[in-house]
């Protein structure tokens, strides 16, 4: 072993001041001594930059701890009911998505391997939404369900228009159809890509959802197709598909003309497999054109995944997709962007494997028995009325009246076979009852919503749809998170804090009763035809309503 001196640090730092070029790659040595978090550039009297790049930087851990600290005023993941948006994973599935965080999905000739991952996920989720015999289902993994809805929508405007060519006839004024309980991102597609957006009412008697007996007087020759939502950010409730495919099929043999379905399974279509359904909604009903669904929902991955599958290549016209001869490699994409995250992929097909049929049938199980289960506690209180229907018997819809001893025997009784319930989302959507804001006509919903926040709970309070704007309506989404301890406890916690509001003066409350944040609200072209609505001769076709309705939308 070489024998080695001792150095002065003290005497080296000084020689480096006193020769700075003789000694220019270790100019800044002298920064080597410890760095203190809150003793950096960064302190008490230097703002950290928001609006400007910083001339110089300074040490990365205490960027680090001090963005940290920033971000803990944000509210729990776990505590945010008022998300679909998954918020938890397990510990081999995170390092998985560490491991290929730096890849990109779109390069295609570098990571053959996520490829071919990317391949075996639409495979899976294809035979999961019963593709058929014959055809070869075909589709792609999107940024989330907005990307995906904008290019299934695409994908039927296109077939629409090339229909219309081929017969020489116009492509002017086509249209789409959706509930007015459909998210924004719907009508984001009709307003971006110039398809006008007939927008029906909903009521109590359609579960706040797509009403059908509008549909037959709102489709016409330049109807591209209907998005039928399996899960409304609402209430939770499946738009029934099946009734609306059987509308569609008797348009087609009156008129001659084909309308598509596109389901917006943003949610639903990662529960109605592994729970149960009221009549068919996938790809078993020729209608049924593509669904789309977020992996990063009911998928159970992290943010950042959604996927879109077409039924058969025939209903993805050839002249959308792109072939790209980028990076070394050849590939064909019908995307509205080019570079994105692969971890997200991986993620999703670690959760295919490591769960299974078994897997996801026992979480979303769980998840809808815990929302039954708030909907009963809530309801036998006798305080709250539950909009949501998950907890009721199969085709047992609304509030039904019964006595308090009932409601408790009901919780008491919870089943967790699915077929016995309504099906549905696991949602509780929930407001003050009658009979409670007839006595307690000081207690406001907001002021709930408020003082759960202060707990921690995000649990929102927001008007139902236009035309049924009047009520209001607090939301809890059940994730797979949401564990039995912690419906305890928020059970809890909505009894204790209306109590609390009770036994208060309306004075008191009274600052409570106001929203905490804007709303996000959006207007909408068109409000379809009512039922009631008479039009006059010659026009029967055109949509009429409310051509500047306000749509609040949820997410």
């Not at 930087?57 to 998954?86: C, M, R, W, Y």
């Not at 009412?201 to 399996?230: A, M």
């Not at 409570?512 to 035809?529: L, W």
Request: aromatic share 8%.
């Amino acid at each position: 072993m070489s024998l080695a001196k001792h150095i002065d640090p003290d005497e080296l730092i000084a020689s480096l001041r006193e020769h700075p070029s003789k000694h220019r790659p270790h100019a800044h040595a002298h920064q080597a001594a410890h760095n203190y978090t809150y003793g950096s550039r960064y302190s008490a009297n230097v703002e950290i930059p928001k609006f400007r790049l910083p001339k110089t930087g300074t040490n990365s851990a205490s960027v680090h701890q001090l963005i940290k600290d920033e971000l803990d005023l944000d509210g729990k993941p776990n505590l945010n009911l008022a998300s679909f948006v998954n918020t938890y994973m397990e510990s081999h599935a995170d390092q998985l998505m560490i491991e290929n965080i730096s890849k990109n999905l779109a390069d295609a000739d570098e990571y053959p391997g996520i490829m071919a991952i990317h391949a075996r996920c639409v495979s899976m989720i294809s035979h999961l939404w019963n593709v058929q015999k014959g055809e070869t289902a075909i589709g792609t993994a999107t940024t989330g369900s907005s990307e995906a809805i904008h290019l299934g929508g695409l994908a039927m405007k296109r077939r629409w228009q090339e229909k219309r060519r081929a017969e020489g006839k116009s492509t002017e004024k086509p249209n789409i159809l959706m509930g007015a309980n459909a998210q924004v991102a719907l009508e984001k597609f009709a307003r971006y890509f110039e398809v006008e957006a007939r927008i029906l009412p909903v009521s109590p008697e359609s579960h706040f959802c797509l009403d059908p007996k509008l549909v037959r007087e709102n489709i016409d020759e330049n109807t591209i197709g209907i998005f039928v939502i399996l899960g409304s950010t609402y209430t939770g409730h499946f738009e029934p598909v099946e009734e609306v495919s059987k509308i569609l099929d008797q348009f087609e043999a009156e008129t001659g003309h084909s309308i598509p379905i596109h389901v917006d399974g943003a949610s639903g279509a990662m529960v109605a497999p592994f729970t149960s359904c009221n009549g068919k909604w996938d790809f078993s009903l020729p209608r049924v054109h593509s669904i789309n669904t977020s992996g990063h929902k009911f998928g159970l991955v992290y943010p950042g995944l959604g996927w879109i599958i077409w039924r058969s290549e025939e209903y993805l016209p050839k002249d959308l997709i792109f072939e790209l001869h980028y990076l070394g490699g050849t590939e064909q994409s019908y995307t509205l962007n080019f570079s994105r995250p692969a971890a997200q992929v991986v993620a999703q097909y670690f959760n295919f494997l490591a769960l299974g049929t078994e897997g996801y049938t026992s979480i979303m199980r769980n998840a809808l028995q815990n929302a039954r289960i708030l909907s009963k506690a809530l309801e036998a209180t006798g305080w709250y009325t539950c909009v949501s229907d998950i907890h009721r018997k199969r085709d047992t819809w609304g509030p039904q009246l019964v006595t308090l001893e009932k409601n408790i025997e009901n919780l008491m009784l919870s089943d967790n076979d699915p077929k016995l319930y309504n099906p549905g989302l696991p949602v509780v959507a929930f407001r003050l009852s009658d009979k409670f804001m007839a006595e307690y006509p000081h207690v406001k919903q907001q002021s709930v919503s408020t003082l759960l926040r202060a707990k921690g709970y995000i649990i929102p309070n927001y008007a139902l749809p236009p035309s049924v704007e009047k009520t209001e309506i607090l939301r809890v989404v059940v994730r797979e998170s949401f564990s039995a301890d912690l419906l305890d406890r928020l059970i809890g916690d909505i009894l204790s804090t209306t109590e609390t509001l009770m036994e208060s003066d309306a004075v008191d409350v009274e600052c409570f009763a106001h929203p905490q944040a804007p709303r996000i609200e959006k207007h909408v072209g068109s409000m379809g035809t009512s039922a009631h609505t008479k039009k006059p001769k010659g026009k029967e076709h055109e949509p009429t309503g409310g051509r500047h309705a306000t749509l609040r939308t949820t997410c």
